[in-house]
């Protein structure tokens, strides 16, 4: 019966429109109170789950791409990026890809990712006669990039749920080459779908222009090399990168390019604050949530249900998949990690699968989430910045989803992929 | 209301502020001055969790949470107004125990401290129980504008970090 | 596993396996022997509950029926379980096992109740030593300016700040990359921790000053301890007290092996120190710490155990 009451409440919640942090809050309130425990625990954990040192860097990391869109730095990566590749065969295409491995680099969220660059290439992408569906497809899924090129807030997540046991800069060292792979099938798929449409090329603009756009975008490439040589060097830790990230943003804001105004730099302060609540919340009341789940068994029963169903770790890594992706597009990712990542890891790890690299597979699988109907957040910019409704978008996105796929499948399948790069470092 | 939802906010901004200023105080002081000041830690926390509560509270008056709303597309009006008012009591329940729970969590961890700061424990949950006073209000508001016919904030609708307020 | 009629719950912060989450398990299974399987206990271990500040609170309140914590948690809420977290409080393992099993342990055990909790046995968690990746710490000079990675704790930040070195308080999770990279030099740990987290690794000098001896602690809620008849009561108490030396056991061997393997990676251990110093520098931490009759005389207690 307390499963019926747990599920039940969140289900109808959901589909009445109830915002998820408090269907994940509000289904723990009601089972704890039919239970007869002391419903208090579900507020503390709400409030432990919040107050955590290594979350600190959704905040920052949100406010430093506030600020980098405020500031223009975002522009500027684009308009390199341009330059480099946009005479490759669906140009403009390959030029979203890339700004996102740019962005990526600099920011951990997906969705600050598609409202950034989609913001900006979708217009251009509309206007050189590329069609509005194709830039949007490739501007939701590229965006998955910015999740797994360190930094990632969502393998700090991981790592947190995972006990804080599994080392963060391991897993952002992880994440490189599957980023790339994933950028590289993208750029593959967006190929494909460019020559059978016929879009146009652009010219090379020359060595001396991208020497130009390098040369003013480089406070921004900067500040990739400062978090990642300064988490790599000892100056700081991961989670301390995200505070220099804002740091140095507003140094390269106020007095490089002096592009911001107090007005300005108020907004992004309000903005960034309105994202980190939002997402903030969802992971405190899915802090309890998950309690709840733990305390009735849930995580343990569902593995040994695994353990019977298959004994092959090709199978059951199939099946974690599968279920990861079909919860992936009712829910939004970080409450996901914090709820799946108890139930499945113990279950990935007795099948000999590495920590790190399960945290790539999480965090690339519930990504490819991201960008699905019903829910998906990074859908849903896409659409908003593109003016086109969600299922027009949807129709023609396929070729971009198997591309996202097959990365996923080779990630699952060659541990090497994300293990590879951190094992250097030890 | 708006008043109030702007003072929050405005609150919020300046814990977001404040909490960089600490983290990078914190770099300088371990790197630079070679003496970690250990404070800055459980102080950020604290400030984490007032901007949590009160921006997720005025999330509720602005509409820009997280929510699946495209079931209600496929309902009549009147039906989802009721599913809407539905949400929204729920919501006043779930506020309302963040005040009378957190107000229990205080009264538990009066006597206690938090290390290297020194402060009662109970500080810890002052941010709960003002963010469940500022959520409860504005989910009243929400009913209250809801029975007098007026519109209120959608939630699950895409809000841009470039879209100005 | 789940034979008993009644499942009392029981949280664990160490993964399955670890000597804590096993001795409770132990426990559970003499309890459902001295029942006839009215009585058993799940371990909830790795966390799952909440970390250890938590489950604490979970305890009082009765949600969760045992809880295995260390004593440190309970310092700022309890103020007998200072004592024994106190630096160098302790001469030996020996020392404590016999200040703890005796009328001292009783009497700190007995300070729970006035908080929800029934205290039932201590545990053993080794000693405390200081690790670096700069050099073998020999002497006071040694630790001049190092940073060391400590708990979010008073006491371990006063006492590493007394030593002459840097405190630096820092998540267990970030540890390992931060002694890698330079962020700090070291931290302090026991053996099965230094090896578990892979710090010896990075951290290759390994001081054996014992700075440390804090045991951990069983405890039941309070709540839950009251809805039992008194021969259950006595059956509960006469589990965890039978617990003590299969976990000691359980310990001894886990120390053993986690030393064995440090050792055969080449790690430098330096035991051939003068502790005297060192103690006579925990003055300051003392005087802040010790502030009652009632501790000062438990203090003076511990000291005049032999
Ligand atoms: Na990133
Ligand atoms: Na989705």
Known sequence: MEYWILFGTFVFLLLIGTPIAFCLGVSSFATIAYLGLPPVVVFQRLNSGVSIFALMAIPFFIFAGNLMVRGDIARRLVALAGAAVGHFRGGLGQVNILASVLFGGISGSAAADASAIGGLMVPQMKERGYDADYAVNITVVSSIIALMLPPSHNLIIYSIAGGGRISIADLFTAGIIPGLVLALSLMVAAWLVARKRGYPLEPFPGMRAVGTLLLSATPGLVLVAIIFGGVRSGVFTASESSCIAVVYAMFAIFFLYRTMDFEQFRLAVSDAVRTTAMVLMVIGCAAAFGWLLAFLRIPTQLVEFMRDLSDSPIVILLLINVLLLILGSFMDMSPLIVITTPIFLPVAMEFNVDPVQFGIILVLNLGIGLCTPPVGTVLFVGCAVGKMPVWDVVRTIWPFYIAGIFTLMLVTYIPALSLWLPSLFH | MAVLARIALALSGIGLVLMTAFIAWQVFGRFVLNDTPTWTESVSVLIMGWFIFLGAAVGIREGYHLSFDVFLYLLPDRVKRVLHTVSDIVVVAFGAGMIGYGIQLAEATWSTTIPNVGWSGATAFLALICGGVLLVLFSLERLARRAAGLVTARFGEVELPDEDR | ?306
């Not at chain 3, 399955?16 to 006839?36: C, F």
């Not at chain 3, 393992?93 to 009328?103: N, Q, T």
């Not at chain 3, 000098?205 to 700075?211: C, E, G, I, K, M």
């Not at chain 3, 064995?260 to 110093?277: E, Q, S, Y």
Request: proline content about 5%; cysteine-free.
């Open chain 3, 1 to 306: 596993a789940n034979a008993a009629e009644t499942m009392l719950r029981s949280s664990d912060t160490h993964p399955d396996g670890y000597p804590t989450v096993e001795a409770v398990k132990y426990m559970g299974k003499l309890l459902e022997e001295k029942t006839d399987g009215r009585l058993g206990v799940e371990v909830f271990h790795s966390a799952q509950l909440g970390e250890e500040k938590d489950t604490i609170e979970q305890t009082q309140f009765g949600v969760i029926d045992f809880n295995r914590v260390s004593l440190g948690p309970f310092n700022n809420i309890i103020e007998e379980t200072k004592i024994p977290s106190l630096p160098y409080i302790f001469r030996s393992i020996d020392h404590m096992h016999k200040v703890m099993d005796g009328l001292i342990g009783e009497d700190i055990l007995k300070a729970f109740e006035a908080h929800d909790l029934v205290g039932l046995a201590f545990y053993d968690a080794g000693a405390r030593s200081f690790y670096n990746s700069e050099k073998p710490i020999k002497s006071m000079d040694d630790l001049k300016g190092m940073k060391f990675r400590v708990m979010q704790s008073d006491v371990f930040v006063k006492m590493v700040d007394a030593l002459g070195a840097n405190a630096t308080p820092m998540p267990y999770g970030e540890v390992y990359s931060s002694i890698q990279t330079g962020v700090i030099d070291g931290a302090e740990n026991n053996w099965p921790s230094f090896e578990s987290s892979g710090h010896f690794e990075v951290a290759p000098y390994y001081t054996l000053d014992q700075h440390l001896i804090v045991p951990e602690v069983l405890v039941m809620s309070k709540k839950s301890w009251d809805k039992l008849s008194a021969e259950d009561q006595a059956a509960v108490r006469e589990a965890a007290k039978e617990s003590v030396p299969h976990m000691r056991k359980l310990w001894a061997d886990r120390e053993a092996a986690s030393e064995a393997k440090v050792k055969k990676a080449g790690v430098n251990i330096v035991t051939d120190i003068d502790k005297t110093p060192f103690i006579e520098a925990m003055k300051p931490v003392y005087e802040e710490f010790v502030t009652s009759d009632k501790l000062k005389d438990l203090v003076e207690r511990i000291q005049a155990t032999e």
